[in-house]
């Protein structure tokens, strides 16, 4: 049910209030509310009376990568409070600086009365600083400083190359641990654990997950919120626990071990931390122990068992949350487990909880059954490996809880999530996006190496070389690229490789490594690939402003001999570098060359590739600060062959597919091209750059109903559905377009209309092209809210911005007939694959159908978005704003209009065409036939056999003659009357030689590609894409004649070629009649030779098919008919294409021929 759309009142909010102390509700991601709780505490201390100040260092990592981003945005507010961020060069250095700080006033020389610390860093990080961690956290913390260390664990790996828990590093060195179960706790924890820094004089870890850091919610933030209490039943020792000077090393470990532990569980009590939030009534059976994010998930468990606080009571359910999983104290161990039959530890991971509650109950008077990572019989219950879902723990309370209660609804509940367990374990993905380099990503041509050569791969976004056809096998630890080839290069045959080396890493630490290389001796060629920014974690400057200049100058400096730099701007550099001796500089054209150079080097080689990253080129152009080449790549999709070579050379995802009535074909994504440029070196004429040129962004037809200023004026207002409990969303993608900010302008439009909200992006690498997630939970309330993350069978939409992606096997177990609507969009954008296979294709039908056949036929709404959004704004990226409009005009999303509206203005990106792109949708939603007019006309494709041969017979005649076209008609029409007779009612052998003798036939020589670009289809093509005053052509053309060969690879190079050459081809296409006549200038190449022979000999193979024709051989018939689709190209790419076919032509001629063959066939 819901109601007409209003205008609700919504609250005053501005971008600024996440860090405003003045405001107390707040919408901020889990970062921000990290940097929030710092300037809390700094205020906190102030009204206290102390004058403190802060330190923040670290170093960038998932879950926790865009907290120095933040930071540095934040640098004003920060500075007023006096907080400091310095970026860490590495995590153990940071750990180390954050030490330092905390003895800035222990020498009687401190301007503040102490500095509190916040150190950051993922799992790996927490790893390589364990020697600090421990150092550190013995000397102790300042009384009015204390730290927190934020561990980013990954739990699934969804942006590391291990799944990381790092609770155990912190209880080695013996430091407490404090577990956020959302955003408002790391406000809330956040400012406990730097009164419990303060009070046991040690280091407090942190954790964070993506359910905590990168999750979004509307929080109260008032200073007063937490009050903090000192105990009152633990006795200090003389001289406290704080750090000092002098200060003897068993002195520290006796502070440790003999009062800080008793000193943390003592402030844990005193602050009620870890509490019993359901009693379970008068007679408790079962408990349930969990903490941070596992207790989001128990909570969503009970919900989705139907069990609210009053029923969980009546039935003896006790529920222990748990905010310092360790160390956990005796006594209330022993309070939460009095009385039970039976204690559910929930935790993710390996046990820490689980072993703590085991050891202190062991021997006491009233031992309950403990089960966690097992059963009562010894079985896995919740797995060590992965993450918990609340599915999984729903099941297994509710079996148990079934054991003591007879319960209809409960059983009925249980019954129907085992349900969706089994069919999610019975699903497999249709299709995937898998990770690619972004559209101009410099990876595309630096990670090549030379054939028979390999690489290894290291930490950074170059690690997706792996799953690409670039001879990359193998990874190291952050810093350790080179070292294991080491030890693996004097037991191997092989005498070299390449080893890839992001420039953060190189920064980072792995300047050692290639150290050591040097002084092993070691023949190795590292590959430095400088991008200009740390890409793989959203742009962020090096530490210590790293230049190309001066990584040369220091690898040097470690004595390595030989350097060259390949770039794609050889001559960017000023005069007054100073460059290595020897070093050389290279175009990276040259790249092949030179890394075959390079691999005859003894020893350590270095190659430097300097190519600004392709995100950070278009995040610096929205703000005019990176040259924008004010040009465009278009390929004439009739002169394309569509063999893929423009992938091969640039292995971009920009170029995608269009198909026509000829077969696949290339376009340019305008959208998503960076302007890279490295596809016009695919071997193919095709390729044109328009200078002055920009996408279109307006619609040529208008729809008579709108008007570009007010697209949605005079739409009606839909039903706006109403909130009972929780509504939930999720919103699909592809990773770089903009689901993130979809999620965004949700979660903000709820928080303007005051609702409860949580949302969570699950994008790992998918910023890179792979599959984005962001789900999405509202609810009138926020205490209704709990696990972020949108359950099986419980979503109530699913925004689709991406097909593939919305036929995941996830996002289907979410969805429930009845319940869930799905508003997908239809574009068919190809993942990375495409690529590497140029005739992959989506199986986009069989997708809607597992949609259609989970949600049922009339929840499922499909729509072209993207070709909608390219038609009336000019920019793919405009197509999931438009989803949103279209989904809300349905009615299926509860929020008002004018909540959404200021939450796209608040957000600040692209505005004006977001509001459009809104309006757009919702005109499509509710009246669709008006937006016919400025549909992309889909190709006219011939609808029978019949109108295959016309077409062809019509595009032969003003490719040649008439003459030539009959030859054609004449060919196929005795093959298809033969086949008419020998197969009656089959026509598969004649459509195959219908289309494989006019590709053959229809050659493209200079005079074609000539008439192809002067007859009026290549001006319309560009009138369609561009807009713009005096548009300039450039051809890339390798013309025979004049093209010379590039030694590397033996192809001729292309050439670029001014608008004139338009001229040079209206006169080439009007000498069409020369084409095979002793007058034809051209005919006498190798080429063209062959490409007449190809035509004869094939008319002599389709007379062979027709007279030796039967049903047993009209399969094989068919296979070797349709053989000549698969020789596209030109030149070279063309000749592998036929070399491949011949091979394969000759067994199925053989097979065709066979007399044995057809005995056998005909047996079949």
């Known amino acids: 049910m819901g109601s007409p759309a209003t205008t609700p009142s919504l609250r005053p909010v501005s971008l600024d209030d996440k860090y405003d102390l003045s405001r107390d509700q707040v919408f901020v991601t889990g970062t ?80 503040y009365d102490g500095v509190f610390g916040l150190w950051y860093g993922k799992g ?158 008068r007679q408790p059976k079962i408990g349930i122990i969990t903490v941070g994010k596992s207790y989001l998930d128990v909570r969503q468990a009970m919900d989705d068992l139907g069990l609210d606080e009053v029923k969980a009571n009546d039935m003896g359910l006790r529920l222990y949350k748990v905010a310092c999983p360790w160390p956990l104290s005796r006594r209330e161990l022993a309070e939460f487990a009095d009385g039970l039959d039976l204690v559910m530890v929930v935790e993710e991971k390996r046990s820490l909880i689980e072993v703590q509650l085991r050891e202190e109950l062991y021997g006491s008077r009233h031992q309950p059954v403990c089960i966690g990572k097992r059963d009562e019989e010894g079985r896995w219950l919740f797995p060590v490996k992965g993450a918990l879902d609340p599915n999984d723990i729903a099941v297994a309370l509710g079996e148990r809880l079934l054991r003591y209660h007879r319960n209809d609804d409960l059983a009925g509940r249980v019954a129907r999530l085992k349900g969706a367990q089994e069919r999610l374990a019975q699903t497999a993905d249709i299709a995937a996006r898998i990770p690619h380099f972004c559209a101009g990503c410099p990876h595309n041509s630096s990670t090549k190496v030379p054939e028979g050569m390999r690489a290894y791969a290291g930490i950074g976004c170059h690690y997706m070389a792996q799953w690409m056809d670039r001879e990359t096998d193998g990874f190291t630890q952050m810093g350790g690229e080179g070292a294991n080839w080491i030890g693996e290069n004097a037991f191997s045959t092989r005498g070299h490789v390449f080893q890839n080396l992001g420039d953060g890493t190189y920064n980072h630490s792995g300047s050692l490594a290639l150290r050591w290389a040097v002084d092993t001796g070691t023949t190795i060629t590292y590959k430095i690939l400088f991008n200009d920014a740390v890409a793989m974690t959203g742009g962020q400057p090096h530490e210590g402003g790293l230049t190309v200049d001066r990584i040369a100058a220091q690898v040097r400096a470690e004595g390595v001999e030989r350097i060259a730099l390949v770039t794609d701007e050889p001559h960017k550099y000023p005069s007054t570098v100073t460059w290595p001796h020897g070093l050389t500089i290279h175009h990276r054209d040259e790249l092949d060359a030179v890394q075959r150079e390079l691999a005859t080097v003894p020893g350590v080689s270095v190659m430097i590739y300097d190519q600004t990253c392709a995100s950070e080129k278009r995040r610096r152009r929205k703000r005019n600060a990176y040259p924008d080449p004010d040009k465009r790549v278009i390929i004439n999709e009739l002169v394309c062959e569509g063999c893929g070579d ?22 340019i994504d305008q959208s998503g091209c960076n302007k890279d440029f490295s596809c016009v070196k695919g071997f193919c004429p095709s390729f044109v750059t328009v200078h002055g040129a920009k996408p279109r962004s307006k619609p040529v037809n208008l729809p008579a109903a709108a008007s570009k200023e007010a697209p949605d004026a005079g739409v009606p207002e839909p039903v706006v559905p109403e909130i009972a409990g929780t509504y939930n969303l999720i919103v699909t993608g592809v990773g770089g377009t903009g689901v993130v900010t979809i999620g965004a302008i949700l979660g903000m439009a709820a928080h303007l209309e005051g609702k409860g909200l949580g949302m969570i992006d699950m994008a790992g690498l998918a910023q890179k092209g792979g599959a984005v997630f962001s789900h999405v939970r509202l609810a009138n309330r926020q205490e209704d809210i709990h696990a972020i993350r949108v359950g099986a069978g419980a979503a109530d939409l699913v925004l689709g911005c991406d097909l593939v992606v919305s036929g995941n096997r996830k996002v289907l177990s979410a969805i429930a007939k009845g319940r869930t609507h799905l508003v997908v969009n239809t574009a068919e954008v190809m993942p990375g694959e495409f690529t590497r296979r140029p005739d992959f294709s989506l199986p986009a039908e069989r997708i809607k159908r597992a949609i259609r056949e989970a949600a049922g036929a009339e929840s499922a709404d499909f729509t072209d978005a993207t070709s909608l959004a390219v038609s009336v704004l000019g920019n793919a990226l405009a197509a999931n704003m438009f989803m949103l409009g279209y989904a809300w005009q349905r009615g299926r999303v509860p929020l008002s209009r004018a909540a959404l509206l200021k939450a796209i203005e608040l957000n600040r990106e692209a505005v004006a065409m977001n509001l459009a792109a809104f309006a757009w949708g919702r005109r499509a939603a509710a009246s669709p036939e008006t937006m016919r007019a400025v549909e992309v006309p889909a190709p006219e494709l011939a609808p029978d056999l019949d109108g295959v041969i016309a077409k062809r017979v019509a595009f032969l005649t003003a490719y040649q003659d008439a003459a030539y076209a009959e030859r054609y008609a004449k060919a196929v029409a005795a093959l298809r009357a033969r086949e008419a007779a020998v197969v009656p009612g089959q026509s598969a052998l004649a459509e195959a030689a219908a289309r494989s003798l006019f590709r053959l036939m229809a050659y493209k020589d200079e005079y074609e590609v000539a008439r192809l670009y002067t007859d009026g289809s290549f001006k319309a093509q560009v009138e369609r894409t561009f807009e713009g005053e005096a548009l300039r052509y450039e051809f890339h053309l390798a013309p025979p004649l004049l093209a010379r060969r590039d030694p590397a690879t033996g192809r001729p190079r292309k050439m670029t070629f001014g608008p004139w050459v338009m001229k040079a081809f209206g006169v080439l296409a009007r000498m069409k009649r020369l084409r095979g006549t002793a007058l034809d200038p051209f005919g006498y190449t190798r080429e063209r030779r062959e490409e007449r022979r190809l035509v004869q000999d094939f008319e002599v193979l389709l007379a062979e098919i027709a007279r030796d024709l039967t049903p047993a051989n009209h399969a094989t018939a068919v296979g070797l008919a349709g053989l000549p689709q698969r020789i596209r190209g030109y030149g070279p790419v063309k000749a592998k294409n036929l070399e491949a076919v011949t091979a394969e032509e000759a067994a199925l001629l053989a097979r065709f021929r066979s007399k044995e063959a057809l005995l056998a066939t005909a047996a079949e």
């Open 646 to 667: 423009c992938s091969v050379q640039s292995n971009c995802v920009a170029v995608q597919p269009v198909e026509n009535e000829f077969g696949r074909k290339r376009r």
């Open 32 to 111: 921000q509310a990290v940097i929030r709780m710092l300037l809390m505490q700094q205020a906190r201390d102030r009204a206290a009376g102390l004058n403190t100040a802060g330190f923040v260092s670290g170093y960038r990592g998932s879950p926790i990568g865009g907290l120095d981003q933040n930071l540095v945005r934040a640098k004003k507010v920060l500075d007023q409070a006096g907080i400091v961020f310095q970026p860490g060069l590495n995590e153990e250095l940071a750990a180390t600086a954050i030490w330092g700080a905390q003895q800035a006033e222990m020498r009687g020389e401190g301007r």
């Open 124 to 281: 790996p990080g927490v790893d390589r600083s364990g020697d600090v961690f421990r150092h550190a956290n013995m000397a102790g913390t300042s009384r009015h400083g204390g730290v927190l260390a934020l561990m980013g664990d990954d739990h699934t790996a969804e942006s590391s190359t291990v799944a990381h828990q790092s609770e155990f590093h912190f209880v080695d060195v013996m430091s407490p641990i404090l577990n956020p179960a959302g955003v408002q706790e790391i406000l809330d924890y956040g400012l406990y654990g730097y009164a419990m820094s303060r009070y046991c004089g040690t280091w407090v870890a942190f954790k964070c997950v993506k359910e905590n850091i990168e999750s979004t919610a509307s929080v109260d933030a008032r200073l007063d919120r937490v009050k903090i209490l000192l105990p009152d039943d633990f006795l200090m020792p003389p001289g406290g626990l704080n750090i000092r000077t002098p200060d003897g090393i068993l002195e520290q470990e006796a502070r440790l071990q003999d009062f800080k532990r008793d000193a943390m569980m003592a402030f844990v009590r005193a602050n009620n931390l870890n509490r019993i939030v359901l009693s379970g009534g």
